[in-house]
């Protein structure tokens, strides 16, 4: 079955710093790749998505990730936070070119931005 | 463009009741699919809906139930509720193409349903 690993249930950093979230999935076919975040109080928002070509893509905010098929992963990254980036990030998959929407979502990463 | 919207935004309930949760996908958009998030479990899939059709169904008891119109709003049920339906129950709507390729899901605010 497929399932997806989040490492860092909890992360905090100091404005400015550099952001890598890890994401790992187990599925032995293609894959379309999301990252969503869920700011406080706010309903859940896409940030980026993968489904082929250039494994490096960029989202809204100043985020990007990419995808590295050998290892199975998918990390979020972000040169520099910000104090507004606290929030709940999940990364989530689903079956490429298969008959459903069905998203699989790793169980989040709480980020905390300190000022 | 609207984005999805869910109603109720919150409801208590009590043991034993029965519950339907409403969800109106964006304009144009034909699959509906919602989730149960809880602290503990995480983001789980109930099930999907396109053009009236369950297309899949999550590991969810029977109690939990769901329908789609022929508008594309959908509506879940959940009977006999239990202390453990707790949650966070979240719509979400994507254009549903045949075979769901490149398609991306939008979600809703949620309903927080409150079991006591």
């Known amino acids: 079955a497929q399932s997806v690993s989040q490492h860092n249930h909890h992360v905090i950093l100091s404005e400015a710093a550099s952001l890598e979230l890890g994401c790992n999935y187990s599925?032995?076919?293609?894959?379309?790749l999301f990252w969503y975040v869920q700011y406080p109080g706010q309903h859940l928002q896409l940030l980026l998505k993968?489904?082929?070509?250039?494994?490096l893509v960029k989202g809204i905010k100043g985020f990007e990730a990419e995808f590295i098929k050998s290892k199975f992963s998918f990390n979020l990254r972000k040169p520099s936070v910000q104090w507004s980036d606290t929030a709940e990030y999940f990364c989530?998959?689903?079956?490429?070119?298969?008959?459903?929407?069905?998203?699989?979502f790793g169980t989040g990463t709480l980020l905390a931005v300190q000022p | 463009k609207a984005g999805v919207t869910q109603t109720p935004r919150y409801l208590i309930k009590t043991r034993g009741q029965q519950v339907t949760l409403s969800c109106s996908p964006i304009?144009?958009?034909?699959?509906v699919s919602w989730y149960q998030q809880t602290p503990g479990q995480g983001l789980q899939f109930l099930f999907e809906?396109?053009?009236?059709?369950?297309?899949n169904k999550g590991n969810f008891p029977g109690r939990f139930s769901g329908r789609q119109f022929s508008n594309s709003r959908s509506e879940m049920n959940v009977s006999t509720l239990e202390l453990g339906d707790s949650a966070l129950y979240l719509c979400?709507?994507?254009?549903?193409?045949?075979?769901?390729?490149?398609?991306?899901?939008?979600f809703g605010p949620g309903t927080r349903l409150t079991v006591l």
């Open positions: 979400a709507s994507s254009g549903g193409l045949a075979g769901a390729t490149y398609d991306t899901q939008y």
């Open positions: 599925y032995g076919g293609t894959v379309n």
């Open positions: 993968y489904f082929s070509g250039d494994p």
């Open positions: 989530a998959v689903t079956r490429y070119g298969g008959a459903t929407n069905k998203l699989i």
């Open positions: 304009s144009g958009h034909r699959s």
């Open positions: 809906y396109f053009s009236e059709t369950q297309r």
